[in-house]
């Protein structure tokens, strides 16, 4: 049988999932820090969280492309909490961001137009783009202790196929939100070329210093057409409510264009759950308790991590302002993936290789924040451990 191309013809699994598997069949215990599910990394879900979700109105089925006024209502809300005036009639309730990713591509893009995509950033973006018969083009990210858009690789990566520009705000992994400057140099480029920016803002509420959040900057701007996108799985660490949203924003016209295509889209599939758009404000409420104690998590184990590798003289912690994650940079002995295997089957502490989110060298080490303070802790220790028993050899 002859398969679509849009997906890989590889799909075996690799070295790192193989040899995890096979640590697991043996019953050993691995401690994993790639974990970004946060319903499995020991927060305390109030039992009738879902609650809102049994409300007797699910039971009527009334179809809107968009979502029914309430959830939009309440997602327009949420933007209040932030700081933010959004007009519910120009939001899009969505199954998922990823499912935002894949309506917009859609809306904007023919087979073989390109979107351009931070790197390093979200592995995911391969496959969203090639899913939707869209070229993913790569523009860079640097580092001089913090990380910023290299702009000049942006006006590169731009060619007469590019319909949107993908910004992460903030960036997963590397933490960073675009700044000022950055915005308007990017909406230079895009508003008179007929390109869109996207920014993917689902870790917007997890800062990890006291600073003033920068998300939000595409909301108010009428000279880009501009998509701002975001969902449960991470302002609430729900991500099996299956709840996400597009805000779309720009000069009028151009957003009555882009909200009669995002119509008919969504009309196609009416993929949001009735349920969990009734239950959308009551969740978005009650779920304040988990993004606190995400929130806690992450400042903590980020800290400790900050303290722990000054200390250090094998390798750093790299800058980081929000999200889930934090970076290791160590000193290159090994490829990055045999450092990955050995850490695994030698240490048994799980981390993503710097590779897997198109880091441009080596050796960088991702950690998610998540982990229970404890194993995060124990798995770090590991790491360092093995650095020190590998530059102790001769
Ligand atoms: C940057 C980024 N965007 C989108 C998503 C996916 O979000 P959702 O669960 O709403 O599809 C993730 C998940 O990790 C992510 O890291």
Not at 345 to 365: A, I, M, N, R
């Amino acid at each position: 049988m002859k398969f679509s191309t849009r997906l890989p013809a590889n799909l075996g699994p690799n070295r790192l999932s193989a040899s995890l598997a096979t640590l697991r069949a043996a019953g050993r215990h691995v401690i994993d820090l790639t974990e970004s599910n946060p319903t499995r990394a020991g927060f305390a879900y109030p039992p009738d969280l879902l609650a809102p979700m049994g409300d007797p109105r699910g039971l009527l089925y009334r179809p809107e492309p968009f979502g029914l006024p309430a959830a939009r209502r309440a997602i327009a809300s949420d933007f209040e909490r932030r700081g933010h005036g959004v007009d519910p009639d120009r939001i899009a309730v969505t199954a998922s961001t990823s499912e935002a990713y894949s309506l917009l591509f859609k809306v904007l893009c023919d087979p073989g137009d390109e979107v351009l995509v931070p790197r390093p950033s979200y592995p995911l973006f391969e496959h969203l783009t090639r899913l939707d018969a869209v070229t993913a083009v790569p523009y860079d990210l640097e580092y001089h202790g913090s990380w910023s858009i290299d702009v000049g690789t942006v006006a590169a990566a731009l060619s007469e196929r590019t319909r949107a520009i993908l910004l992460v705000n903030p960036n997963n992994p590397t933490g960073n939100f675009v700044s000022r400057g950055e915005v308007e140099h990017l909406a230079d480029l895009c508003g008179g070329r007929q390109v869109a920016l996207i920014a993917d803002e689902v870790f917007a509420d997890y800062p990890l210093h006291d600073q003033p959040s920068r998300a939000g900057p595409l909301l108010t701007r009428t000279d880009v057409l501009g998509f701002t996108l975001g969902g449960l799985s991470k302002s609430i660490g729900l991500p099996q409510a299956k709840l996400g949203w597009i805000v779309v924003s720009g000069d009028h016209h151009q957003v009555q264009g882009a909200l009669a295509r995002l119509e008919l889209a969504c009309d196609t599939y009416l993929s949001v759950s009735t349920p969990v758009q009734i239950a959308a404000a009551g969740l978005l409420e009650r779920g304040g308790v988990i993004r606190e104690q995400i929130r806690e998590r992450i400042v903590a184990n980020c800290g400790w991590l900050i303290s722990r590798m000054a200390s250090t003289p094998a390798g750093s912690v790299l800058r980081s302002d929000a999200g889930w994650h934090a970076v290791l940079q160590l000193p290159s002995l090994t490829s990055e993936e045999d450092l990955v295997l050995r850490l695994l089957q030698e240490d048994e502490v799980l981390v993503h290789p710097g590779y897997f989110f198109d880091f441009p060298s080596e050796s960088f080490l991702v950690v998610s924040l998540l982990a229970p303070p404890a194993s995060f802790r124990d798995g770090i220790s590991r790491i360092l451990r093995h650095f020190d028993c590998s530059t102790a050899r001769p």
